[in-house]
């Protein structure tokens, strides 16, 4: 037997002929991740193409395109062809805070992209390291009015929702705080352990391993609730900060796809989010698995782009594109 074939018979997925031509792309969808692999958006993308594949009767490849943010990702699907061939999957906050903070917005989310899924959320948390000496959130921001020269955070990355967060915190608690940018999660979480860094803002998912170590401690989570991961670990809300804010991953195509792919996929992917064997793989790693039309994830995006202008308004950040 042909090799290929054997093997495509294997994985249960449709078999590419090397004739050239749309024919041979036909049963091809590359899934467009904006940022690097390895990390829980990619695991996310990756179950998620494994579950829909058979589904939908295509090979689905992932990809990462990283870059700008996400804006290299993003901006590959926008271009794409509205044939099915490429989706993209992302984080909300880049599909609402980029068109904010770009001086030229690259891109308009609702016009440029039709929507799929939501597919998974995920929390925020703060966290100190052994630089503060403090058992709580009312001793933090103690510490925080009794030593302004020291009150600096980092953050994964400017434009982020962790950098609004703190922006949002220093209105609140009515304190000057000064933000250090990092390349992702690790550094910040390197140095809140060497005592380099007092406090910073980051996933919590990213955060849990070193604060379940003693490295680092949670003092707070962004979330409505308490969090699964963390159930011993205050809200913001309940340490008397107005601010509710969760990270989610959502699924979009480019605009004027066919809205009868728009919907199988979309149903593909809800179910492959409720097995018990993807939930559990989700979970494990700090994602909420959630499902939802498309109008569920337009319909989220609308409400976290209300929330978060303000905020993000008030600050005057803007990236020169």
Request: aromatic share 8%; charged share 20%.
């Amino acid at each position: 037997m042909d090799r290929r074939k054997f093997m495509a018979g294997c994985l249960g997925l449709p078999l590419l002929t090397q004739a050239g031509g749309a024919e041979a792309q036909a049963g091809l969808t590359k899934i467009i991740f904006p940022f690097a692999a390895g990390a829980g958006g990619d695991t996310l993308c990756r179950l998620v193409a494994q579950e829909i594949a058979p589904v939908l009767q295509r090979t689905i490849v992932v990809e990462n395109r990283t870059g700008g943010d996400g804006l290299i990702g993003i901006k590959a699907v926008k271009g794409a062809s509205a044939d099915g061939s490429m989706v993209l999957v992302t984080t909300g906050p880049t599909m609402y805070l980029l068109p904010m903070v770009e001086t030229t917005p690259s891109f308009d989310t609702a016009k440029d992209f039709m929507p799929v899924s939501l597919l998974a959320r995920f929390e925020f948390a703060l966290v100190i390291g052994p630089a503060i000496a403090v058992k709580d959130f009312k001793e933090f921001v103690a510490w925080l009015k009794a030593h302004p020269d020291k009150a600096t955070f980092g953050v994964p990355s400017n434009g982020t929702i962790p950098h609004f967060m703190g922006s949002k915190l220093e209105k609140e608690l009515g304190i000057s705080l000064s933000r250090v940018p990092y390349r992702g999660s690790a550094p910040i979480l390197n140095d809140l352990i060497g005592g380099h860094m007092p406090f910073g803002i980051t996933t919590l998912a990213d955060a849990l391993p070193q604060h379940r170590a003693k490295g680092v401690t949670i003092i707070a989570v962004s979330s409505a609730e308490r969090s699964p991961f963390a159930p011993d670990v205050p809200t913001l809300k309940e340490s008397g900060i107005d601010l509710v804010a969760d990270g989610w991953y959502g699924m979009w195509l480019p605009a004027g796809s066919p809205p009868e792919f728009a919907s199988k996929l979309s149903a593909a992917a809800g179910a492959a989010l409720a097995k018990p064997e993807v939930k559990e793989r989700l979970t494990a790693i700090g994602l909420i698995p959630v499902g939802s039309t498309a109008d569920g994830l337009s319909k989220e995006l609308v409400a976290n782009t209300a929330f978060w202008q303000p905020i993000v308004k008030a600050t005057g950040y803007k990236i020169e594109n």
